[in-house]
């Protein structure tokens, strides 16, 4: 899936508005952001249900058993199976009690029209989408920016919660606390409306040895 931008506009809107990210993009090097692709809204976020606050080998393990559970060729089929399936069965594939009533709620949510189809969330604005998809239980601001950046390819959006994003900030601006979320949205402001390339190389910066020049 390609980007729904010129990713050259927005390196260059970047560079001409803020020096210090300009030699974060140099750090950092070009931009390889592309949006994942996604079968269905309901795919993307039980993924995310499945991988909160477990290593990636782990959850990858349990998204699988989950998976399995699963119709292999039918993933319009996937929410109601989800609701079909007793508690036991999901926890013995891995997950936990929370993460079950998670899993189920979004399952009733997607079918009774709560989460978007694919086709409907692309027409939909990010405040939208993030208003919407935030009534799901476990499913937080983050989580639905982190689908709009790496899912729907979404130019601008800014994670200011994102410990990542905060501490490439402290980084580029050579600052000695991390910013609060009002200094991070301010200085966010100029990036407009390439926030997501920004919010990129924050995150890229931090994996660059040495000073930035």
Do not use: C
Request: proline share 7%; no cysteine; net charge positive.
């Amino acid at each position: 899936m390609t980007l729904a931008y010129d990713p050259n506009d927005a390196l260059a809107h970047l560079r001409r508005t803020d020096v210090h990210l300009a030699a974060a993009i140099d750090a950092a090097g070009p931009l390889t952001l592309r949006p994942q692709p996604m079968q269905s809204p309901f795919e993307a976020l039980l993924r995310s249900i499945v991988y909160q606050q477990l290593s990636g080998k782990a959850a990858a393990t349990i998204y699988g058993r989950v998976e399995a559970l699963l119709p292999k060729r039918r993933t319009s089929a996937w929410p109601q199976t989800i609701i079909d399936l007793d508690e036991a069965t999901l926890r013995a594939a891995g997950l936990s009690r929370n993460k079950t009533a998670a899993a189920k709620d979004l399952a009733a949510k997607t079918l009774d029209g709560t989460v978007p189809t694919l086709r409907k969330l692309r027409t939909m604005s990010d405040e939208e989408i993030i208003e919407r998809l935030v009534t799901v239980r476990g499913i937080g601001v983050w989580t639905v920016q982190m689908l709009l950046i790496f899912r729907l390819g979404r130019p601008d959006v800014l994670p200011l919660a994102d410990l990542g994003v905060r501490k490439g900030f402290q980084r580029v601006y050579g600052t000695e606390q991390l910013p609060t979320a009002n200094e991070l949205a301010d200085r966010g402001e100029a990036w407009r409306p390439f926030r997501s390339v920004a919010s990129w190389y924050l995150w890229r910066v931090m994996d660059q040895p040495g000073p930035l020049k």
